[in-house]
């Protein structure tokens, strides 16, 4: 494949060639899409037919998009479908493997150097700023969710907008009482949801019920691309490989410390009268110690 589009995922580089494709290639594209990765996985013939379009068609459009051929875009698949399957023992072996001698700090600043690079530069500004200003809007409620290992993210954002707005909703880990938060969003509320690998179906389905009820679905995930983007209307990818077992949370944080300044900015007349009373509430209960 192209070297401009080899850290791409395949469903990245569909989506950057879609305006340039043919009316067939374009329904073969969308069935791709639809059901992504799983749908690029059969045999060519398969593929074609489930689109309703020639297996020529399928031949000329993933070259089109930059690969040698069918077998070269299915082994793409293959891979992203690997990596996001990937327990921490399968990473951590894959790491070690092609250790250099250096120092871990080293190698994992490096990493972290090179994920936020290849981060900022799949960002756009102007919807980042689109994301900031539906979570800076008082007029909607806010409701905030993490997974098994992203619930600490969605937990230090929670801690930070509660101080700079009213109506945010941290919900609680277990599933089973997520129907009763879905029961009060209304249509414009925002969800911010947080999803990475090995990525969580419960996710999928409380996003899915939400953007039933018209709820703007804020997006933070993988370079691969959580399965709730398809019900998001902005979605942040950071890049999470770095070496060790465990995927990276350091972009994740990055960019949720840049909504939450986007936000207190952008209300900071009714965040700095928050922040008062609450540091008024503060020395009431002691909770922090002072200076004698």
Known sequence: MKGNTASMTVSDVI?????ALTRAERRLAETLLDNYPVSGLGSITTVAENAGVSTPTVARMV?????RGFPDFQARLHQ???ATISNPIAKHDRWAASAPGTHILNRFADAVMGNMRLTLSQIEPAEFDAAAALVSDCRRHVYLVGGRITRTMADYLFTHLQVIRTGVTHIAANPSSWPHYVLDMKRGDVLILFDIRRYEQEMETLASFARKRGVEIVLFTDQWGSPVAKSASKVFRAQIEVPSAWDSSVLLLFLVEALIEAVQS?????????????EGLFDSTRIFRKPV
Request: proline fraction near 0%.
């Open 80 to 82: 992203e479908l690997e």
């Open 63 to 67: 070259q089109k998009l930059g690969f």
């Open 266 to 278: 952008s209300n900071w007349d009714e965040t700095r009268d928050r922040m008062k009373t609450l």
């Open 15 to 19: 989506t950057a060639h879609f305006a």
